[in-house]
T-cell receptor, first 110, second 116 residues
Framework: EDQVTQSPEALRLQEGESSSLNCSYT??????LFWYRQDPGKGPEFLFT???AGEEKEKERLKATLTKKESFLHITAPKPEDSATYLC???????????FGTGTRLKVLA | GAVVSQHPSRVICKSGTSVKIECRSL??????MFWYRQFPKQSLMLMAT?????????EQGVEKDKFLINHASLTLSTLTVTSAHPEDSSFYIC????????????FGPGTRLLVL
């Protein structure tokens, strides 16, 4: 059965304290892996799409990487406004539908 | 860009009434749109997938007659909650895909429904 696991479940960082969020998966035929941030009471905001192992994408303080078993979302020198829930989702060769991880709740303290 | 809007953002209705939620892709044509439901502190739960001009495909356990979906154009999909009851109160989010070859979904801001 296809599975997506995000860790940690929750993370508290001091402003400027870099860290990484993990999205590990066991699926039959990964097609795409997607990262989003979601603020309370809002829809998910698109961050990155990764398709191949070894692929990396960056946007401001965020960098997403992908291997054959997991993806990392690296946050460099985070600011309080980076506080949100970060979701990863993926599609497989068997379905176009998203399989979601459970999310990581990030809190960045000033 | 890839902007998706939803209207209304918040709605309160009486039990037994119907509520329509609109989802629009503002700067692209969406061949496929998705409707999700999200409960507090939980992940998104897919309700149905709609392709322009065809009938929606509903997930197991989702009542077709209760949650009517219409995808009349490449930029508009609507979800109508018919004869709403308090247990239908939730956060409804739509998403859209640009083309069938691109799998990234772009989400709307969500609609908070409260049924009294």
């Amino acid at each position: 059965e296809d599975q997506v696991t995000q860790s940690p479940e929750a993370l508290r960082l001091q402003e400027g304290e870099s860290s990484s969020l993990n999205c590990s998966y066991t699926v039959s035929g990964l097609r795409g892996l997607f990262w989003y941030r979601q603020d309370p009471g809002k829809g998910p905001e698109f961050l990155f799409t990764l398709y191949s192992a070894g692929e990396e994408k960056e946007k401001e303080r965020l960098k997403a990487t992908l291997t054959k078993k997991e993806s990392f979302l690296h946050i460099t020198a985070p600011k309080p406004e980076d506080s949100a829930t970060y979701l990863c989702a993926l599609t497989t060769s068997g379905t176009y539908k998203y399989i979601f991880g459970t999310g990581t709740r990030l809190k960045v303290l000033a | 860009g890839a902007v998706v809007s939803q209207h209304p953002s918040r709605v309160i209705c009486k039990s037994g009434t119907s509520v329509k939620i609109e989802c629009r892709s503002l700067d692209f044509q969406a061949t496929t749109m998705f409707w999700y439901r999200q409960f507090p502190k939980q992940s998104l739960m897919l309700m149905a997938t709609s392709n322009e001009g065809s009938k929606a495909t509903y997930e197991q356990g989702v009542e077709k007659d209760k949650f009517l979906i219409n995808h009349a154009s490449l930029t508009l999909s609507t979800l109508t909650v018919t004869s709403a009851h308090p247990e239908d109160s939730s956060f409804y989010i739509c998403s859209a895909r640009k083309r069938t070859t691109e799998e990234t979904q772009y989400f709307g801001p969500g609609t908070r429904l409260l049924v009294l």
